[in-house]
């Protein structure tokens, strides 16, 4: 048997160069990040009009706000009359209006151009034709979502069908009521692996017996290697003598009030392609919003999310968030592991996926396939 033809069970996986080649990362920003929805901002953390956040998303920076009618707005970062970039923090907040620190135009919250330095003097210039270009916004699950392309895929097929794949309805979700929940905790995490190993790390189990002890110990059918996602609308079931979903499986906080007995000790693991994770247990909800900055480098946000009397009586969510944070730096520690071997002529060819890891094909053949002839 040659290396170039498993058995029947093991399938191939993406050649190593997938993982390193900035060429191919430079085809999977174009048509996968600039041209699918890409969860990009909590929609609370604007919290009132000139509020912002910069957001990387494939090869643009985008400025995502909140309008002046409390409307979030999204425009590439770009001036547009000599392609200064107008905010370069991550985060802030203006009164009124966008002013390019270059030359000053200035814009409105809605993208309009509404002062120039010398405006009078140019009466043929169309201030709405000259306006900040604007990028497709949609709000779900609390979270702002973008999409770069002039003619974007329907959100309710490539997004919500995503959710309706995995759990088997949308109603499912809609029980967790995750657009009121609050952020009790954020955690970015700067990781420096392809974010495809990152996907393929939250789509398997086979991993979890080996570097998750506490999550194991949690959900002990995960010491046998298959993940929740192996199954549509499975959720795995707690361990008989956990109480919650913490690191030492003691109590956790007040149930989200719409999880449902059947949903109630089970967790759901969700991915939204091409960049969102979604887990689910009875207390909280965790997302995890990954931006793609090198075929080496992903950072990650994680948001832990908790019903709001939880978080505003100051609750201890140490717990909680310390399991799932356990979990990230495990896998994160082991996608950093494995991103300097895709370089190796061992890893040219690729690797192997064990029957329990089966399902991670079909994420590869989607990634072939939206890149199309030309990642060949």
Request: net charge negative; with cysteine; hydrophobic share 40%.
């Amino acid at each position: 048997m040659t290396a170039s033809s498993p058995p029947p069970s093991l399938i191939a996986t993406l050649p190593g160069g997938h993982y390193t080649d900035e060429r191919v990362f430079a085809l999977e920003q174009e048509r996968i990040f600039e041209s699918m929805w890409f969860c990009a901002v909590r929609a609370a953390d604007l919290g009132r009009p000139g509020a912002f956040r910069t957001v990387q998303v494939g090869r643009e920076s985008v400025l995502v706000t909140r309008a002046r009618d409390g409307s979030v707005r999204a425009f590439l970062n770009v001036c547009r009359h000599r392609g200064a970039r107008l905010r370069t923090e991550e985060s802030g907040e203006v009164r009124r209006t966008f002013r390019c620190p270059y030359h000053a135009w200035t814009y409105d919250l809605e993208g309009r151009l509404v002062a120039a330095p010398n405006l009078a003097a140019m009466p043929d210039l169309d201030r709405a034709a000259y306006g900040l270009v604007g990028v497709h916004v949609r709000e779900w699950l609390g979270y702002v979502w973008l999409c770069l392309a002039d003619d974007p895929p329907p959100f309710e097929a490539d997004v919500v069908g995503a959710v309706v794949t995995r759990l088997g309805e949308e109603g499912l979700i809609e029980n967790y009521g995750v657009g009121d929940l609050e952020v009790g905790r954020r955690i970015v995490y700067d990781v420096k692996a392809n974010w495809k190993l990152l996907v393929e790390n939250f789509m398997e189990c086979y991993h979890c017996a080996t570097i998750h002890p506490e999550l194991v110990g949690v959900l002990p059918e995960f010491a046998g290697g298959y993940a929740a996602q192996s199954f549509v609308g499975h959720g795995a079931r707690f361990g008989a003598e956990v109480r919650g979903f913490t690191v030492d499986g003691s109590q956790g906080v007040d149930r989200i009030p719409g999880v449902s007995e059947d949903q109630d000790r089970r967790y759901y693991a969700i991915t939204i392609r091409p960049q969102v994770f979604v887990n689910l247990v009875p207390d909280h909800v965790i997302i995890h919003r990954m931006f793609p900055l090198s075929a080496g480098r992903t950072v990650v946000e994680c948001d832990w999310l908790f019903h709001r009397d939880v978080v505003e009586r100051g609750a201890d969510l140490g717990p909680s968030v310390e399991l799932f944070h356990r979990v990230n730096a495990q896998d994160f520690a082991a996608c950093e592991r494995c991103q300097p071997a895709m370089a190796s002529r061992a890893y040219a060819r690729g690797g192997v996926l064990v029957p329990s890891e089966h399902h991670i094909r079909a994420f590869h053949d989607w990634v072939l396939a939206r890149l199309g002839p030309a990642s060949a």
